[in-house]
């Protein structure tokens, strides 16, 4: 399955007065190692593939994470992510954040592709994944 | 048990291109719901609690959340915040995000209460947390 | 001129390892007092609007702040909102932020009002303020 | 003068409904430059020079900035960031945002260098830039 490593640093905005990340910044973490993972399946950027498969996004249905040991602002931790399960509609994704080899969070995002709503383009709506995409994704 | 609800409204900032809730800002509402409960329960500011228990912080430990449906910019929201669980160290709270009294996302969150780690004081570690705390926080 | 006040508090979230705020949390602030006086002056909330006025919103062309003392999470602040200036397709709005009646932040924004770029709608272009919307703002 | 470039992704999540950068994420942008420049400087991460120099950290005093065109999520832009000024307890930083070679974003940040308040630790007060600091800063 897809499957892709990133390197980043843990910033000092991305800190709480505890010295530590604030826990919302995982997820912004999470969701910039998903849109790596899909533009190096799709070949493109997301702003390219939005448009090319004419949807709206992949937002959240739901999450699961749990936090092992705290990252501090300077850490720089690897994330690895890897594409578990792909479905009609959605999909899942698994991140593994570690800090000099040592597992310090871990999530599982499950994701539904959306496109605009035709009874009011302001609304989204799910849709089935293009096949093209599906098969791309689970190429690895 | 301990419940608190509060009204807070979704941000233009709080959004994404696809015009929904970027989904970590949801973490950064359940943060602060959490801090508004535990308020209530100790009858002080944060700043203040953190002081008077000499400790560090109650940083997350797992996080669980489902999306049910996406909100938008100006969305007048509503969370109900309740403690459902209270251990030695760490403690477990529900929030339930409405729209229109329909809703929105869920979340429970399983906190660790931290102190300065003695040997090394720019790093936590987990405490019991104080029993007059506990029973504050259980008695509702 | 139109003018607004408004109260907030500092989060948690919102501070840094130094346990005051992070200075970009406060133009998320004067981002969020900026809606709240267009929606006053319009009689709508911004979804409706820019619905209403078919455009795509007034990014920042120019900013000034000057951070007069730090604010810290649990702080009540007060944000007072003018609008000081409304030119052809760009208006100036004035921030104040006060704490406990101190003036801790002020900043004062120049924003532009854009539409989709007709030769590209994934890109945005300034467009000239609609009469009415320049009436409304300038009545106070 | 001391002077760095780095590159960075605007991201999905720094976007707003608009499509384009929310304009506080700009300043969080800056801010890590900013650490970056300083890091290299004084040849330390920041955990680690807030240690040596035993201070709090440089918190913002005044800020301009222009925006010159929009950035979108993908947008792959450099920042130019050079020390433009060093006083005795304060210091200034410009940063060049561009995209393709185009200015995008420029900012002006003056900062103060400060420590804990003897009088009340939970509070930052300003100090001289150690004679040291200042050394490096200014070699370049």
């Known amino acids: ?21 604030f826990y919302p ?33 992949y937002p959240l249905v739901e999450i699961r994470a749990k936090f092992r040991q705290p990252t501090r602002f300077g850490d720089d931790v690897e994330i690895e992510s890897a594409l578990v399960a792909c479905g009609r509609s959605s999909f899942k994704i698994e991140h593994r954040l570690t800090l000099a080899g040592v597992l310090a969070a871990e999530g599982t995002e499950t994701r539904v592709w959306v496109g605009r709503d035709p009874a009011d383009p302001t609304r989204i709506k799910s849709r089935p994944i293009p096949a093209e995409v599906v098969a791309r994704l689970t190429q690895g």
Do not use: H, Q
């Open 1 to 21: 399955m897809l499957r892709n490593t990133r390197k980043m640093r843990v910033e000092w905005g991305d800190c709480d007065p505890a010295g530590i990340i």
């Open 25 to 57: 910044r995982y997820f912004e973490f999470f969701d910039v190692s998903t849109t790596v993972l899909i533009e190096r399946a799709l070949g493109m950027k997301k702003i390219e593939y939005l448009r090319a498969y004419d949807f709206a996004g």
